[in-house]
């Protein structure tokens, strides 16, 4: 799951401030996962103390009660890996009554959860990859005296992409922060004069958030953090790594920085190449809100085509319809979220070009160009994508499947006509790898050219939801 996760520990004297941290920190990873979120604490007796809600994190009342604690973790939620639901929802809280209780948020996709490690947990019964791996670190606490030695422990069992924060009760209370050996999902961490903190993108650590130095953690590290403070260790090593290229060019906010590279630096100059690989005539070039702005500066800038916004999003339909669960739901969220400008005549009988971040099933960009024909009288609708033809499935984190790809078994002419465009035009793998500007080994590109990384069992969506 491409979920959101933050951490943290304030220092002693400082827990006071926590709630105010807690809701900045969620609030900015709340684009990661917007079907619900939860948090978890500590109380003052070691206790793990947990609290969950669906929609988004502004309407929450999660935060309306104290937060009788001074270390934190919280979870947004993009479901993948099983039902959506509250029971789904993140923190997964293990060992109530033991002396050793945790609360696991987690993102990413563990390839052997439901089959290597479900055997080691002995059960039968459907559930996340998460819940799976807080019975593994459930199981290991009662093998291993040492906290930090269990969760190690269980965490080389497992396979597969994950950032994680657990959060450790009991009479030494801790945060542990984990990424796997590859490196597939960002996450940093960072301190300031307040406390210890770990999120999902360095965006957090801004001054309008956490207002922290941050550093992101390496992959194949481990961050143990306590109110005194904290330490980095080595639990596993790669030869390479292999960062999620969609970070890059969706999932992350353009103001972070993944593995040093600026993600709006790598938008910017998609829409270059873009420009300079195509040669289309339009007369205006538009972005499909809101991933799509970015990448249209740079093609804009490159061509001298004027930009306009012939799409604006509605800013009180918040919801990313890539997220949405089901084709029906995805189509009634793009239908919401999508303003057509133009009405005023502005686009009539002109010539357009939209560039959208990727096309994965086809629903948002399909239903624009129906609006963009029906309401503005538009002659020649083309489309500009920034990321090249997705055709195999995602093990990692990310919610698509091979038989709801737009994209298989079709030829740019036949997907261009099940969309409704006049053209269609891909960003080429070499140039996607060359935006980012890393070693092509080191980048996940397994759903563009079915080349993974680790053995993996390709479940559908109900095997893997039970």
Known sequence: MACGVIGIAMREGKEHLIRDYARSGLVVVNHRGEESHGIAMVSPDGRIESRREKGLVRDSDVFDDPLNSGMFVGHTRYATSSSNGIKNTQPVVG???????????????????????????????PMS????????????????????????????????????????????????????????????????????????????????????????????????ITPQGLKVHTFAQADRTQHCWFQWVYMAKPSSVIAGVSVYDVRETIGRKLAETYKIEVDFVSPVPDSGRIFTYGYANATGVPMIEALMRDRYEAKRSFMQDGTASRIAVARKKLDVMGADGRLRGKRLLIIDDSLVRGNTTKEAIAQLRRETGVAEVHVGIASPPIRHQCVYGLDFYKNELIAVGKSTYEIASAIGADSLHYLSSEDLVSAIGLQERDICMACVNGSYAQKVELLTREEKRG
């Open 129 to 224: 990859d998460t819940r799976i791996l807080g019975r593994l670190v459930k199981q290991k606490l009662k093998e291993h005296d040492d906290a930090v030695e269990a969760i190690r422990s269980a965490m080389l069992m497992c396979k597969g992409a994950y950032s994680l924060a657990i959060l450790v009760g009991g009479k030494s209370p801790m945060i542990v922060a984990m990424r796997d050996p590859l490196g597939y999902m960002p996450l940093s961490i960072g301190e300031n004069d307040d406390g210890y903190f770990v999120a999902s993108e360095s965006v957090a650590f801004g001054s309008k958030y956490f207002n922290a130095d941050h550093a992101e953690l390496a992959p194949g590290h481990m961050a143990i």
């Open 95 to 125: 060992g109530r009554k033991s002396d050793t209780p945790t609360a696991i948020v987690a993102n990413g996709d563990l390839v052997n959860a439901y089959t290597e490690l479900r055997a080691v947990v002995r059960t039968n019964k």
